[in-house]
């Protein structure tokens, strides 16, 4: 989109009168009943917030003189360019017209807003004002989220086997998608060592050592995930599904029984499960993450890790010669019931399938 359809213009003619594109107002309210309105435009990167007394200003401006709005708020309004603002580049109005003929519009606003990369230690001496920011952080809301741990009832997983001799070439060679799969033999060594050296990189960011003090919260590569197992046919494990413990590498039955037909209806149809070994679903944990990254951009960053984390592991898989599908299409409505998850904060946003 042009950025020349954001600078001042003083031809009255160029002049688009009412709302600026892509404005959109929120209401917030609070515990305590007050509130406030908030008026945004992605297209601006701009946000105003509005008192009640200045929103029932606007409101009788806009009573009055429906097209033009009068009153102090509407000329602070028109300040920020969310009123009566220059007409589009042709080129921008017509991309956000093909995102919205496309039913992308609440998509439109999200990307736009996402594209920002200002962080909250975007300083040159950054280390100095990641301490800063981190102990704001842990004062005003204290630590994040904990990560789901096995309990009483966890089961150790057998030792895990080496990764084999094999080039990262010869393991993408053996790489293949097909619909469905013919019902293998899958050993429970095979399966600890997937899950093992497929989320090292995890357990070693979630055991940073306690001499690096609060900066070991920066330290978020898979911090959002718990990673949840659905045991088909493992030898030597009961089918059912598991909570897998990345840092101490056990996992611990949940929920027992056959989900072959469930987890298939879960996938969107996908025939894997039916003949599979297992299912690994990675869980995202939103306020564990939002923690760490207060900005809109880190819901593409988390989307990005989630792809990351499952393909460590469809490496490893590889190279033991076993056989993977992986899909983040995923119905989350039946995925949060199977699980149990607060479909408000959990959503599984991946799915590796193994056999």
């Not at 946000?47 to 009788?60: D, I």
């Not at 109005?93 to 439109?108: C, M, Q, V």
């Not at 025939?271 to 869980?283: F, I």
């Amino acid at each position: 989109m042009n950025p020349e359809s954001l600078e001042q213009v003083k031809d009255e003619s160029q002049i688009q009168r009412g709302w600026s594109p892509l404005t959109a107002m929120r209401m917030h309210v609070d515990e305590i009943q007050s509130g406030y309105l908030e008026f945004e435009n992605p297209l601006l990167q701009k946000r105003v917030q509005l008192s009640r007394s200045a929103a029932l200003e606007l409101l009788k401006g806009s009573l009055q003189n429906p097209s033009n709005p009068v009153g102090t708020t509407a000329e602070r309004l028109r300040e920020f360019g969310l009123l009566d603002a220059p007409e589009l580049h042709p080129e921008t109005a017509a991309g956000i017209e093909h995102w919205h003929s496309r039913n992308w519009n609440d998509s439109l606003g999200y990307y736009l807003w996402s594209r920002v990369r200002e962080f909250a230690d975007k300083v040159q001496d950054y280390r100095t004002q990641n301490r800063i920011v981190l102990q704001d952080y842990l004062q005003k809301d204290g630590i994040p989220p904990l990560h789901k741990r096995v309990g009483e009832k966890a089961e150790s997983l057998p030792k895990p086997l080496p990764l084999p001799d094999i080039s990262l070439g010869k393991v993408l060679h053996r790489r293949s998608a097909t619909r469905r799969v013919p019902a293998r033999y899958f050993e429970h060594d095979v399966l600890s060592s997937i899950l093992f050296h497929g989320t090292q990189l995890i357990r070693k960011n979630r055991k940073v050592p306690p001499t690096e003090g609060n900066r070991k919260y920066l330290a978020s590569f898979g911090c959002a995930f718990d990673i949840y197992l659905v045991v088909y046919g493992i030898a030597d494990m009961e089918p059912g599904i598991y909570l897998y413990d990345v840092e101490d590498h056990a996992v611990e039955l949940i929920i027992p029984g056959e989900w072959r037909e469930q987890m298939t209806a879960c996938l969107y149809g996908l025939k894997w499960p039916l003949t599979a070994g297992c299912t690994l679903l990675y869980v995202a944990e939103y306020e564990r993450y939002q923690w760490r990254y207060r900005h809109e951009r880190a819901l593409r960053n988390l989307f990005i890790d989630a792809g990351r984390a499952v393909h460590y592991a469809i490496l490893c898989a590889a190279a033991y010669g076993k056989l993977t599908s992986h899909t983040p299409a995923v119905k989350d409505a039946l995925a949060a019931e199977i699980l149990g998850l607060d479909p408000t904060r959990e959503q599984v946003l991946y799915t590796l399938t193994l056999a």
